[in-house]
Nanobody
Framework: QADFVESGGGLVQAGGSLKLSCTKS????????MGWFRQAPGKEREFVAA????????ISADSVKGRFTISRDNAKNTVYLEMNNLKPEDTGVYYC?????????????????WGQGTQVTVSS
């Protein structure tokens, strides 16, 4: 059973937008940093964005800078990924993840807990 539940994925045309949500199943985020990864078919899972428990100092991959925004609402135990100006290369399964810090969860090895993933498909 996954530790987080993602939602908001779907099919969208290039240039469109989606907003993903991630909630903790049966508990709070505590003080964990939260992040998003994605995995395209036949490719390795890659880091997308992360945010500290405070909500400050988010970081993101160069490929999504200026288009994707990560945020969190600790009162709702929810982290979001707002994705704008989507491109076909953004297609993949998007996973929510937690770790000790944003630096730690900028790599797969630094992730403590994973969600089950939500599919995002961007058509050209």
């Amino acid at each position: 059973q996954a530790d987080f539940v993602e939602s908001g994925g779907g099919l969208v045309q290039a240039g469109g937008s989606l907003k993903l949500s991630c909630t903790k199943s049966g508990g709070s985020f505590f003080s964990a940093a939260m992040g998003w990864f994605r995995q395209a078919p036949g490719k390795e899972r890659e880091f997308v964005a992360a945010v500290a428990y405070s909500g400050r100092s988010p970081i993101s991959a160069d490929s999504v800078k200026g288009r994707f925004t990560i945020s969190r609402d600790n009162a709702k135990n929810t982290v979001y990924l707002e994705m704008n100006n989507l491109k076909p290369e953004d297609t993949g399964v998007y996973y929510c993840a937690s770790g000790r810090s944003t630096t730690a969860i900028s790599t797969v090895q630094g992730v403590d807990l994973w969600g089950q993933g939500t599919q995002v498909t961007v058509s050209s």
